[in-house]
């Protein structure tokens, strides 16, 4: 019998065979909607020279050494768990030199948009990556930033001690707006006019409702993509861009599916953005994943599902996620193992497109950035991590529930349960549902058990594909389901097991 969650050896191979056949390039929002994706940091992710040991200290802000020659050398890390699409930082020519934040390893002080940031590598480098991702049947997505361009001014006045002609390809003051500070995150019209950075590092905001502007982000867009062989895009700090550019800038990609990051908890917010972009990540979810799992609010995680579902015209375009290289890590609000793998759970079983930050398949713990910035050869690339093991599961899973029924990706989360310290979700048609049970106690939780209703039919038997226990549902539609420890449960159907790879059950492309 196999080890519970653990794949056969070829598994991996077979998660992406369909996708095979897909052609490189900007794939749309259907095409992504079945993918799941790993968010890497590049000089972080892997050295050159292959090394596990090499000091990198997150606080300095040095550069660490990553680069894409060697992540195509660990692209059987990332898709061992699963995942089929890699996500990479800023590809551009940086600010260079040491600045008091550090230097830009990050890749958000773009000062040329048309050079590639040589501390990452070469134009070969980047091309070899993507058509190592390519052959493997996994999506490239770009992490970048349209809104400003980056200069050094050391204290200085930024409204008169900025030298325009050294950017590229905006090389002109008429192509910014006039410097001003932001006083107010959020307020959007300020945010979208005055400048982010500072007087060390200001970052000059570029005048993305100017028709040249807009045209030349237009232009370098789709030569990027085109060169680069880009599947999709992660849009940093999207609401500082004009609102208006963002469906002209999404046509240019040839409608790809690009996710734009609002940092903003409103959900009224975040889904009106949709109607502008394919995607944004999905802050609300995120924030009430925090009431949840640090505070054991069991009632916000629910309550915010329904919200979002009744505001937004389509939840599972958005991405998923629970760590990123803005936030603090879950880590190091709580420490605890099993809390861990309920943020996880729902993080890669909810609507949406889920996104896995570098790191979090280890337990890394970096409070904020750039603490939460560490180097992932530090771990040894440990597959045997807890962590790692379930991500796994979770996605072998997620893909399995796509094959069983084409409809699970489009067919929206609702809760089924509530207790005092105990949530459950169910996703998917009638017999074909995925119903996950989530705790908020934690690992130092004694055993107990619960009466859950509304997740199958009488007499169904379903399987948890977290320990491959299996228990079968009363005729009254009641299961009683054992809890402990605060571990969280996975249930599936047993009859549709067959070709999951889970469970001692045979995984296969097709069932």
């Known amino acids: 019998m196999q080890v519970p969650g653990e794949l056969t050896p070829r598994t991996w191979i077979l998660f992406t065979a369909p996708s095979l056949f897909l052609p490189a390039g900007a794939?749309?929002?259907?095409?992504?909607?079945?993918?799941?994706?790993?968010?890497?940091?590049?000089d972080r992710f892997a050295r050159t020279d292959g090394s596990t040991t090499h000091?990198?200290?997150?606080?300095?802000?040095?550069?660490?050494?990553?680069?894409?020659?060697?992540?195509?050398?660990?692209?059987?890390?990332?898709?061992?768990?699963?995942?089929?699409?890699?996500?990479?930082?800023?590809?551009?020519?940086?600010?260079?030199?040491r600045l008091p934040y550090g230097e830009a390893y990050h890749g958000y002080w773009v000062q040329d948009m048309y050079a590639l940031n040589p501390q990452f590598g070469t134009h070969e480098d980047l091309i070899d990556l993507g058509n190592a991702l390519h052959d493997r049947g996994m999506y490239l997505m770009m992490d970048t930033v349209i809104y400003n361009m980056a200069y050094t001014t050391n204290g200085k006045n930024p409204e008169s001690s900025i030298d325009y002609s050294s950017l590229n390809p905006f090389n002109d003051p008429k192509h910014f707006l006039p410097y001003c500070k932001i006083k107010d995150y959020n307020n959007y019209p300020l945010?979208?006019?005055?400048?982010?950075g500072d007087?060390?590092?200001?970052?000059?905001?570029?005048?993305?409702?100017?028709?040249?502007?807009?045209?030349?982000?237009?232009?370098?867009?789709?030569?990027?993509?085109?060169?680069?062989?880009?599947?999709?895009?992660?849009l940093g700090a999207a609401k500082h861009v004009t609102p208006d550019f963002l469906p002209l800038f999404q046509k240019a990609t040839g409608d790809a599916f690009i996710t734009g990051e609002v940092f903003d908890k409103s959900?009224?917010?975040?889904?009106?953005?949709?109607?502008?972009?394919?995607?944004?990540?999905?802050?609300?979810?995120y924030f009430s994943i925090l009431d949840a799992f640090t505070r054991?609010?069991?009632?916000?995680?629910?309550?915010?599902?329904?919200v979002?579902?009744?505001?937004?015209?389509?939840v599972t375009t958005l991405t998923s996620f629970s760590e990123n290289h803005g936030l603090g890590r879950f880590a190091s609000f709580k420490e605890d193992m099993n809390l861990a793998k309920n943020v996880l759970v729902f993080t890669i079983l909810f609507d949406g497109i889920p996104v896995i930050y570098q790191g979090q398949e280890q337990h890394f713990s970096g409070a904020h950035d750039p603490d939460n910035r560490e180097a992932l050869w530090l771990s040894n690339y440990d597959t045997n991590a807890p962590l790692y093991k379930l991500i796994t599961t979770l996605n072998t899973l997620r893909h399995h529930a796509v094959r069983v029924d084409p409809e699970y990706l489009n067919t929206q989360t609702y809760p089924v349960f509530k207790g005092l310290s105990e949530v459950a979700f169910r996703k998917g048609r009638?017999?074909?549902?995925?119903?996950?049970?989530?705790?908020?106690?934690?690992?130092?939780?004694?055993?107990?058990?619960?009466?859950l209703m509304n997740g199958y039919q009488p007499s169904y038997v379903v399987v948890d594909v977290l320990t491959c226990d299996t228990y079968k549902i009363n005729d009254m539609g009641e299961l009683r389901l054992p809890m402990d420890k605060g571990e969280p449960r996975v249930l599936f159907p047993t009859n549709l097991m067959r070709g999951s790879g889970l469970c001692g059950y045979e995984h296969s492309v097709y069932d």
């Open 27 to 42: 794939a749309d929002t259907k095409a992504w909607k079945s993918r799941s994706i790993y968010q890497s940091m590049t």
């Open 55 to 97: 000091a990198c200290n997150t606080t300095e802000g040095l550069y660490c050494g990553g680069t894409w020659r060697e992540m195509v050398n660990h692209l059987d890390y990332i898709q061992s768990m699963g995942f089929d699409a890699f996500m990479i930082s800023p590809i551009f020519k940086n600010l260079e030199g």
């Open 191 to 196: 945010a979208q006019k005055c400048w982010t």
């Open 199 to 234: 007087d060390i590092v200001p970052l000059p905001d570029l005048k993305t409702e100017d028709k040249e502007v807009q045209q030349m982000l237009e232009k370098w867009i789709k030569e990027t993509m085109s060169k680069y062989s880009i599947d999709g895009l992660r």
């Open 267 to 285: 959900v009224q917010t975040i889904c009106g953005y949709i109607d502008k972009l394919t995607s944004v990540p999905n802050y609300p979810i």
């Open 296 to 306: 054991g609010n069991t009632s916000s995680l629910p309550d915010q599902v329904e």
């Open 308 to 314: 979002m579902k009744h505001n937004c015209h389509d």
């Open 430 to 451: 009638e017999g074909r549902q995925v119903v996950m049970v989530l705790s908020t106690q934690g690992s130092n939780s004694g055993a107990y058990t619960i009466r």
